[in-house]
Structures are given as C-alpha cells and as structure tokens.
Nanobody, 124 residues
Framework: QAQLVESGGGAVQAGDSLRLSCAAS????????MGWFRQAPGKEREFVAA????????YYADPVKGRFTISRDNPANKIYLKMNNLTPEDTVVYYC?????????????????WGEGTQVTVSS
C-alpha cells in the first residue's frame, strides 16, 4: 500500500528557513516524479515544486522560485523541500505527491498518491 508521510513543518518567524521531508513507502520510488503542493484554508491546492525521477529535472511555481529548493534521495525513498526566507504568505499546509510526470504536476492536481500534509506557520 502506497504511503507518503510528510514531516518538518512547524511555526517560524518571517525570514526563517524550514526543511520539509516526505518519506515514501509501498511504491517503486525511483519510478515516480515527486512534488510538493500547498493549500490555504478555503483555497484550491496549488503546485509548489516538482522533481523528476533522477533529480535532474525540477520545476517551481513562480512565488517560490529562488527561495525553495526541491531534492530527492532515491536510496532513502525521500524528497525534501528546503524553504528559505519564509513569509506569512507561506503559511499553509504542504502536501507531498507522487506521479509519473514532473511536468504534469505543474498543471494538474490529479496525482497518483498524496500525503496527509504538514502545517507551516510563518509569523511576521
């Protein structure tokens, strides 16, 4: 049974950094593109970042370009999202997702697998 478990969320001050992790199990991890999405209360879930099978291809949403970095560790079945210079606008729940195409993650929310999410709260 596929399972994605996020961790690393928390409460920080504006300008601080956080690193989110997502541990995958029950899937052939290196065969999946992986990504991060986020969702604020009352709003639609949105794409944040995606990474291809081998980690050489990455995509970012415009609001996070230059501040967030996605990476993956295939032997450990994990992905990460390093978030720098956080702002209160980054206060949302972050979700890990797995699918066959990193590029499709940038325009489609119909992912093969989702995690349960981790809350990030940034205070000013």
């Amino acid at each position: 049974q596929a399972q994605l478990v996020e961790s690393g969320g928390g409460a920080v001050q504006a300008g601080d950094s956080l690193r989110l992790s997502c541990a995958a199990s029950g899937i052939s991890f290196s065969s999946y593109a992986m990504g991060w999405f986020r969702q604020a209360p009352g709003k639609e879930r949105e794409f944040v970042a995606a990474i291809g099978w081998f980690g050489t291809t990455t995509y970012y949403a415009d609001p996070v370009k230059g501040r967030f970095t996605i990476s993956r560790d295939n032997p450990a079945n994990k992905i990460y999202l390093k978030m720098n210079n956080l702002t209160p606008e980054d206060t949302v729940v972050y979700y890990c997702a797995a699918d066959l195409s990193a590029q499709r993650m940038t325009r489609d929310l119909n992912m093969a697998f989702w995690g349960e999410g981790t809350q990030v709260t940034v205070s000013s």
